[in-house]
């Protein structure tokens, strides 16, 4: 196919991108966002098809994002809209477009046929396997095609699926809130009411939205006993799968008339190694899912095989919201890829629990926060850092295919 045409002629060559090309891009990327909570286990992924010819030169004639549900691809929706406008002109896509037959065709063969001029990627996909491959198809067809324009919000968009793409298991958020001093409740003989807030209504909207853009939450028998949470995802936006709400709990301890228990809607797992016959019956007779594990070492739920088998279950993202143990364990075993704290400036004093205790050291958790990047949220302070980048393992290509 040649469609290296006239039309492509006085734009930026490839590794030439202008000011227009971020613009389009950050509109992509705004459309890519509406597909949270809704494209999961597949990509987020936004479209805009600018025209480059005729009376509409320069204006948005088609934009598409995905939803897992409505099947078509972000690009195939924004083909769609542009029709014939689409000749010769220039596709801005969040993710490299596919090139392979899936649940539907490949985006790289729709975009060759309606004959864009250039092609402008974010990233390219974040499977190492196909990486790579979807800008190749379009070079071959003599599209101009142009990576990397909004590569870090692209890829912060899909680091669930990154890293749930490459190795099965899901890309884990530690939200932990705490005072200024590093504690995440006060002593729970210090007489204060539990559970104690200690972020602003700013901090705890945001964690709503962070429940909106997880596909699970996970928390430790600990927390549940001490707070009686709820967990579930009030941001009152639209989500395909009900956020999935998982305890570990080794002993089988938690209470048939607490709110997670009262509220399950086929959307409680509880992670055990108990055998107890008549617990798991009581739990799984109000609609709690109750699945057995190998111990670890210490004799309780392995962390590990829990990651495992909720990869096995689609879920891409988990985010955890777990006391001061299991905040410990997951930090010091590596099982965390992400760690956001929103710090408030409140103390709790030395008495009160640690943010990451247990196995882990005062230094582990040091070690993550000197590493944030620091914003406001509301009167707090919000702290962010990735532990461990999912999309390391995708190379950079270099627009050949082996
Ligand atoms: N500010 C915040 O962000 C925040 C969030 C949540 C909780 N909190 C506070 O944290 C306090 C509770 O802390 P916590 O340490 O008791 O609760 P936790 O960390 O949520 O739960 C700990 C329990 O999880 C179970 N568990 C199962 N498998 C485990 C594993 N592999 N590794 C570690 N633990 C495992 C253990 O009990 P079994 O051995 O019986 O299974 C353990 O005692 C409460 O005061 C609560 O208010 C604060
Ligand atoms: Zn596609």
């Not at 990327?29 to 987020?44: C, F, I, K, M, Q």
């Not at 579930?232 to 998982?246: A, I, N």
């Not at 400036?345 to 990047?373: F, I, K, Y």
């Amino acid at each position: 196919m040649k469609h290296a045409s006239k039309q492509n002629e006085g734009m930026a060559a490839e590794g030439g991108c202008g000011e227009s090309d971020f613009r389009w891009m950050a509109r992509a990327l705004e459309l890519a966002r509406r597909g949270v909570g809704l494209a999961a286990p597949n990509p987020v992924v936004g479209c805009v098809i600018v025209a480059r010819d005729g009376t509409r030169d320069g204006a948005c004639v088609g934009e598409g994002w995905h939803e897992y549900d409505r099947r078509d691809h972000a690009e195939i929706v924004a083909l769609r809209e542009a029709g014939e406008c689409a000749r010769g002109a220039v596709a801005y896509v969040t993710l490299e477009p596919c090139s392979h037959t899936g649940r539907t065709g490949p985006c790289a063969v729709a975009l060759c046929k309606a004959g864009v001029g250039r092609v402008v990627v974010a990233t390219v996909d974040a499977n190492p396997l196909v990486a790579g491959r979807g800008m190749a198809l379009l070079r071959e067809a003599g599209i101009a095609v142009d990576c990397a324009v909004g590569e870090r919000e692209a890829r912060q968009l899909n680091e669930g699926f990154a890293r749930w793409i490459g190795t099965r298991r899901p890309f884990v958020t530690q939200k932990v809130a705490m005072t200024r001093d590093g504690r995440i409740a006060p002593r729970l003989d210090a007489g204060l009411p539990q559970p104690f807030w200690i972020t602003s209504e700013a901090s705890r909207d945001e964690v709503q939205r962070m429940r909106h853009a997880s596909d699970a939450v996970l928390t430790g028998i600990g927390t549940v006993l001490a707070d009686d949470p709820l967990l579930t995802d009030r941001s009152g936006l639209r989500r395909r799968r009900r956020l999935l709400r998982v305890v570990l709990d080794s002993q089988l301890r938690l209470p048939p008339d607490s709110r997670l228990v009262q509220s399950a809607n086929e959307d409680v797992l509880v992670c055990t190694v108990s055998g107890d016959r008549e617990r798991m019956a009581v739990l799984r007779a109000r609609g709690v899912e109750v699945e057995r594990f190998e111990p670890d070492h210490a004799g309780r739920v392995s962390i590990e095989a829990v990651l495992a088998h909720l990869g096995e279950r689609e879920m891409l993202s988990v985010m955890t919201e777990c006391g001061s143990e299991l905040n410990g364990a997951l930090l010091a075993g590596g099982f965390v890829d992400r760690c956001t704290c929103f710090v408030a400036q409140s103390m709790l004093g030395v008495d009160a629990v640690p943010a990451w205790g247990g196995v882990a050291s005062e230094e582990t958790g040091a070690r993550v926060l000197r590493n944030a990047e620091w914003s406001a949220s509301g009167m707090d302070r919000r702290g962010t850092v990735l532990v461990r980048d999912p999309w390391a393992r995708v190379t950079e290509p270099d627009g050949t295919v082996d």
